[in-house]
């Protein structure tokens, strides 16, 4: 037989599966994969389960159901003062599909895509697979600002498009004013395309506001604006994702898109529709619960004894191993966490070309029993650890 392409073939089982298999074999509790540990909110439940029994269940429209894509711009109007038009919406199976039509409609072979590590590690083999390469520009730690002088040194002739996660994971980080404007003053004088991953749009804490990309000066008409349903309400097995983006660009994206996964489920699409014209109140009370869990996991964990990172957005924080008196191997601590003590974590060179080692990311949207728990499991483990490194 043919060897098969070898970007897969030869691609190592990730540290996420690896991690996931050895919580289901050992019944560790699970702060590696970035999920809630409840079932969503009633309400928007309900009104899937509404559509199922009453609505239409076979194929919608490839673009997504009208109503969706209605409420999609009204959403980022009312939140982020937005002016789109329901025909710049295209509703995809997550933002996963959204970022890999996104690519195949934007990369031809030999195109450069930059890419900002740490990052989620979809990124690079969708690259590659649409024949592009990726050009990958460092974040440091702790800070994981945006310099320009890096990005500068990363952007070629080839150089056609920036993947842009913002907020960011795994590092938690929300981008400022200053570095949005940057990034944009950049792609404008360099012709770039911008597809912007802002799933966790949503999610941000300590009273911060989404600033997204495309809103920038000369923005409009060369951003990719990504939203996921998933993470904004909590269901993130529901893979319901947008792409925004103006005419010129959206037009090939629904193209790809239709060849990707054609169509998304349209029960789930109608309550999304729905949900997303719930009050502000809402959406208060979501960020405020998240942030909660994030100061109980956050307090519990400094107490034990580990330097944890700020964690501006999204369901992660980071804790640094050396800084907390550990050595920085993140891949054998998560490995002897989960084997020792319990508890699954994801290690941040994952997520990253050079795989520099030193921080782990653990996840928070858990109940407070389950965090109690993985903090007094993690307090054993780095004590245990203290003592076998004494004793060499």
């Known amino acids: 037989m043919r060897r098969l392409n070898p970007l897969f073939e030869d691609m190592p089982t990730s540290i996420f599966e690896e991690m996931s298999l050895l919580a289901s074999a050992t019944g560790a509790i699970n702060l590696g994969q970035g999920f809630p540990e409840h079932q969503g909110p009633p309400e928007i439940l309900a009104l899937a389960a509404d559509a199922l029994l009453h609505g239409r269940n076979q194929y919608p429209p490839s673009r997504g159901l009208p109503v969706l894509r209605e409420a999609v711009a009204r959403h980022y109007n009312r939140h982020q003062g937005l002016s789109l038009t329901p025909e710049q919406v295209v509703v995809t199976s997550g933002a996963t599909e959204a970022i890999t039509a996104s690519l195949l409609a934007v990369v031809q072979p030999g195109d450069e895509v930059i890419i900002f590590e740490p990052a989620y590690d979809a990124y690079r083999p969708l690259i590659e697979r649409a024949g592009g390469v990726a050009r990958i520009v460092t974040l440091k730690s702790p800070d994981w600002r945006l310099v320009e ?81 998933g993470k904004i309400f909590s269901v993130t097995g529901w893979k319901v994702g947008f792409i925004c983006a103006a005419p010129a660009l959206i037009e090939p994206l629904a193209k790809a898109h239709q060849f990707v996964t054609f169509t998304t489920p349209p029960n789930l699409q109608a309550a999304v529709a729905t949900a997303l014209g719930w009050e502000e109140a809402w959406f208060e009370a979501m960020r405020a619960g998240y942030q909660q869990s994030r100061e109980r996991l956050s307090a519990g964990l400094t107490a034990a004894g580990y330097v944890v990172l700020p964690s501006q957005a999204s369901y992660f924080l980071s804790i640094d191993l050396a800084a907390s008196g550990l050595a920085p191997d993140d891949v054998a601590f998560c490995r002897r966490l989960v084997t020792d003590h319990g508890v699954v974590a994801i290690p941040l060179s994952a997520f990253c070309e050079a795989r520099p080692g030193g921080f782990v990311r653990l996840c928070f949207a858990k109940s407070d029993a389950t965090l109690d728990q993985a903090i007094a499991r993690l307090g054993q483990a780095r004590e245990a650890m203290l003592r076998a490194e004494t004793h060499g």
């Not at 002088?149 to 400022?176: G, S």
């Not at 990034?183 to 966790?200: F, G, K, T, Y």
């Open 149 to 229: 002088a890096d990005l500068m040194a990363a952007i070629t002739p080839q150089t056609r498009a920036v993947v842009f996660n913002n907020p960011m994971n795994p590092t938690a980080r929300a981008f400022e004013a200053d570095e949005l404007a940057m990034l944009a003053r950049l792609c404008v004088a360099r012709d770039l395309i911008a597809i912007c991953d802002e799933v966790w749009e949503h999610i941000q804490f300590d009273g911060r506001r989404h600033l997204p990309l495309i809103a920038q000066p000369g923005m409009a008409d060369r951003t990719i604006k990504i939203g996921s349903a």
